[in-house]
Each structure stands twice: as structure tokens, then as C-alpha cells.
């Protein structure tokens, strides 16, 4: 593979490298570029390329093959990709604002310190790409509708490390919901039942950590279902439906007032059961809301 790429970038002398370069500027160019066949499209034959600082707004690049090209510290503003390969191309230091890739393969490629101000990326494979330092938002990217569910998690897990690396802790908790959303739409189609439902229970309880509210919201059912049952049981001999809900809501959240006492032992073994199920749920929300005030 290593002599392949070192042969296509060999081609690439400066007479071929400055054709190469008019042409994606739209300039015309008498150098005879070379062009390839593949799935009955007929691409331009860019693979290898290297370029670097020069300026290359506004391109409209179409069906052009760029795996394992080279662009350092260059501009594509307004640039337009459609059809692309870029699959392991490199793209270090380049400015990408308004640059729009579309039904490109990204695959396996790396960016690297690129400004994605306003860009977008859509229908496009971006399985293994990986993007250090790059400031490029969630709302920017549409994926592909019929990515495996494990694909979609290798890339929101690149998307959500750089979003962290960037500090756009917002969209890294986004993608941290998706990432363990696709986890759980792979375990469904492996048919891994027993992680599947786990995953499924952390999701509806308070959405991976990412969704406190329905944490809250469980929090509310846990205290009016200790309270139901305590009150069937008759936990407190004398005492109303809502005395009992009211026993429960003090010990799920541990205040224990003291006022009132359960008597029989499934009554105390209940009590102590809601109240650990409290410890627990109370402790999660308090991480949970925490790490959203934290990072905004």
C-alpha cells in the first residue's frame, strides 16, 4: 500500500501539481490531467495530490477522486464537494467556512486543525474520519440515513472527542446520547437482549445521563409507587392514601422527619428499600444537572 500512494504522489511533478490546481480554480489548464473509471462514474484522477498554501475559494468540485491527498494551510471557502473522494486525505490547517461536502466519502479521513465556521456535511461517509482541533458544529452534519447503527457510533464517538478537545461540551453531550443510542440499536440487531434492555432502562430513566428530567420524572413515579404499595400493605395502621405518599416522598429523599413510622416489617422493609432507591436516583440527578451547569 505504502509503495502505491508513493507512486501517485510521485506523479504529481510541479508542472502536474500547478494543472491540478487551476483546474480545481477553475482555471483553464492544457495539462492533461488523468481521470479514472469506477462504478460507471467518471472521476478526475486527483488521488495523491498535494497542495499547500494557496487559496481555492468557491471551487466546485464534482466526481473528483482525492484519497490520499494532501492539502496544508489551505482556503476552500464557499468550496463545494459533490460526489467526492476523500477517503485518507489530510486536511491540516485549511479553511473550510460555507465549504459544503456532499455525498462525499470521508472516510478514514483526517482533518486537522480546520475551520468549519458554517460549513455542512451531508449524505456523506464519514466512518473513521477524525477531526482534531476542528471547530465544526453538530447542527452542520445530516447524516446518512442508512449508516449501520455501528458506524454511527464510531462517528459520533471522533465527532463527541473533539467537540470535548473544543470545548463545545453542548454538542458533546448530544452526540453522547446518539453514540449510546446507535450502541443500543447494535446490541437490538446482535440480538444481545440482556445489555439491550439495560441500555434501553439507562435511556428512559435519565437518557445515559444526558436528560435529567426524565430522572425527575422517574424520581416522581418511584415516590408515588412506594406510597401505592406501602398503602396497600397498610405500612401506616389509620393513615390516608396521601399520608403515605407523603411518608414515601420524605424517605425517598432521606429527609426522615420522624413524624411518621412504618410498624409492620414489610412495611420497614419497604421503607428502607425506598429510601436506598432514593440515595440512588438523587445522587444521579445531582451528576447529571451538575455536569449540564458545568458546561454551560
Known amino acids: 500500500m505504502e509503495d502505491r500512494v508513493a507512486d501517485l504522489r510521485s506523479r504529481w511533478t510541479p508542472e502536474a501539481t500547478a494543472a491540478a490546481v487551476a483546474l480545481l480554480e477553475s482555471r483553464p489548464t492544457s495539462f492533461d490531467?488523468?481521470?479514472?473509471?469506477?462504478?460507471?462514474?467518471?472521476?478526475?484522477?486527483?488521488?495523491?495530490?498535494?497542495?499547500?498554501?494557496?487559496?481555492?475559494?468557491?471551487?466546485?468540485?464534482?466526481?473528483?477522486?482525492?484519497?490520499?491527498?494532501?492539502?496544508?494551510?489551505?482556503?476552500?471557502?464557499?468550496?463545494?464537494?459533490?460526489?467526492?473522494?476523500?477517503?485518507?486525505?489530510?486536511?491540516?490547517?485549511?479553511?473550510?467556512?460555507?465549504?459544503?461536502?456532499?455525498?462525499?466519502?470521508?472516510?478514514?479521513?483526517?482533518?486537522?486543525?480546520?475551520?468549519?465556521?458554517?460549513?455542512?456535511?451531508?449524505?456523506?461517509?464519514?466512518?473513521?474520519?477524525?477531526?482534531?482541533?476542528?471547530?465544526?458544529?453538530?447542527?452542520?452534519?445530516?447524516?446518512?440515513?442508512?449508516?449501520?447503527?455501528?458506524?454511527?457510533?464510531?462517528?459520533?464517538?471522533?465527532?463527541?472527542?473533539?467537540?470535548?478537545?473544543?470545548?463545545?461540551?453542548?454538542?458533546?453531550?448530544?452526540?453522547t446520547y446518539l453514540e449510546k443510542t446507535f450502541e443500543r440499536r447494535a446490541l437490538y440487531a446482535h440480538k444481545d437482549w440482556g445489555a439491550w434492555l439495560g441500555s434501553l432502562a439507562q435511556d428512559l430513566v435519565w437518557g445515559y445521563g444526558e436528560k435529567p428530567w426524565r430522572l425527575a420524572l422517574a424520581m416522581l413515579a418511584n415516590i408515588l409507587i412506594f406510597g401505592s404499595v406501602m398503602y396497600a400493605v397498610d405500612a401506616l395502621p389509620g393513615k390516608t392514601f396521601w399520608e403515605h405518599v407523603y411518608f414515601s416522598g420524605i424517605t425517598y429523599l432521606t429527609v426522615g422527619y420522624g413524624d411518621l413510622a412504618p410498624v409492620s416489617p414489610i412495611s420497614r422493609f419497604l421503607s428502607v428499600l425506598n429510601a436506598g432507591t432514593g440515595i440512588a436516583t438523587f445522587g444521579m440527578l445531582i451528576a447529571a444537572v451538575t455536569k449540564k451547569v458545568m458546561y454551560r
Open 33 to 175: 490531467l488523468p481521470t479514472m473509471e469506477h462504478g460507471g462514474v467518471t472521476y478526475l484522477d486527483l488521488r495523491g495530490l498535494r497542495v499547500e498554501q494557496t487559496q481555492i475559494d468557491k471551487a466546485f468540485l464534482r466526481n473528483v477522486n482525492l484519497r490520499w491527498a494532501v492539502f496544508r494551510d489551505v482556503g476552500f471557502k464557499n468550496a463545494r464537494f459533490v460526489g467526492c473522494n476523500l477517503s485518507q486525505a489530510t486536511l491540516a490547517e485549511c479553511y473550510l467556512r460555507h465549504a459544503k461536502f456532499e455525498k462525499c466519502d470521508l472516510v478514514n479521513a483526517h482533518f486537522d486543525s480546520c475551520d468549519f465556521s458554517q460549513a455542512s456535511i451531508t449524505e456523506s461517509r464519514i466512518d473513521f474520519a477524525g477531526f482534531k482541533n476542528c471547530e465544526i458544529r453538530l447542527e452542520n452534519i445530516a447524516f446518512n440515513a442508512d449508516a449501520t447503527p455501528q458506524a454511527m457510533v464510531r462517528v459520533c464517538r471522533s465527532l463527541k472527542l473533539n467537540a470535548m478537545s473544543m470545548g463545545n461540551f453542548a454538542d458533546a453531550g448530544e452526540l
